[in-house]
T-cell receptor
Framework: DQQVKQNSPSLSVQEGRISILNCDYTNSMFDYFLWYKKYPAEGPTFLISISSIKDKNEDGRFTVFLNKSAKHLSLHIVPSQPGDSAVYFCAAPFWAGGTSYGKLTFGQGTILTVHP | NAGVTQTPKFQVLKTGQSMTLQCAQDMNHNSMYWYRQDPGMGLRLIYYSASEGTTDKGEVPNGYNVSRLNKREFSLRLESAAPSQTSVYFC???????????FGPGTRLTVL
């Protein structure tokens, strides 16, 4: 049962435009969300996070929005650059009736391609 | 400061062979994790170690064992490799629960 879902396997955007990556979740107990970025042949790297007490968190060109009623979060990249081309994963702490010990459950990932 | 390191980077095994994937972190993190990444599946947690001396199963633990050798090192062992274990394996660490995880570069394993 995938509790975090990214329903778009890929997204193609022109340089300078906005990229919007979406993520849906099913577990209303999730209180913290993270986005990771992954280049080929490298491990994922942390990009940005958001706590459930907020509905927006911004870091430079990256903004994450959280809609708790819809159980939906999105990552906006403005403006998009060719170097942003990577796989993006959303993740949430993996709760199982107690402490998570930092375990994460990941979405399937979205491949972003930014064309020059 | 190397962060999280993994060895080997690549490995090819025959069905039934065994091997150990090594992971070490130099960030003094308490928690360490092993994930596998398969196409269309995201990253799935195999085992984790909340602190030195403890290990617990994740989402997909079957066919694997782990050892938290000390605070720095967390190894993943395949006792009898199967083609279904062909994957990219990532080790990660974090300070404690809820904190961001730092990932190693991965080990690409092929089981023939």
């Amino acid at each position: 049962d995938q509790q975090v879902k990214q329903n778009s396997p890929s997204l193609s955007v022109q340089e300078g435009r906005i990229s919007i990556l979406n993520c849906d979740y099913t577990n209303s107990m999730f209180d913290y969300f993270l986005w990771y970025k992954k280049y080929p042949a490298e491990g994922p790297t942390f990009l940005i996070s958001i706590s459930s007490i907020k509905d927006k968190n911004e870091d430079g060109r990256f903004t994450v929005f959280l809609n708790k009623s819809a159980k939906h979060l999105s990552l906006h990249i403005v403006p998009s650059q060719p170097g942003d081309s990577a796989v993006y994963f959303c993740a949430a702490p993996f709760w199982a009736g107690g402490t998570s010990y930092g375990k994460l459950t990941f979405g399937q990932g979205t491949i972003l391609t930014v064309h020059p | 400061n190397a962060g999280v390191t993994q060895t080997p980077k690549f490995q090819v095994l025959k069905t039934g062979q065994s091997m150990t994937l090594q992971c070490a972190q130099d960030m003094n993190h308490n928690s360490m994790y092993w994930y596998r990444q398969d196409p269309g599946m995201g990253l799935r947690l195999i085992y984790y170690s909340a602190s030195e001396g403890t290990t617990d199963k994740g989402e997909v633990p079957n066919g694997y064992n782990v050892s938290r050798l000390n605070k720095r090192e967390f190894s993943l062992r395949l006792e009898s490799a199967a083609p279904s274990q062909t994957s990219v394996y990532f080790c990660a660490s974090s300070v404690s629960r809820g904190n961001e995880q730092f990932f190693g570069p991965g080990t690409r394993l092929t089981v023939l």
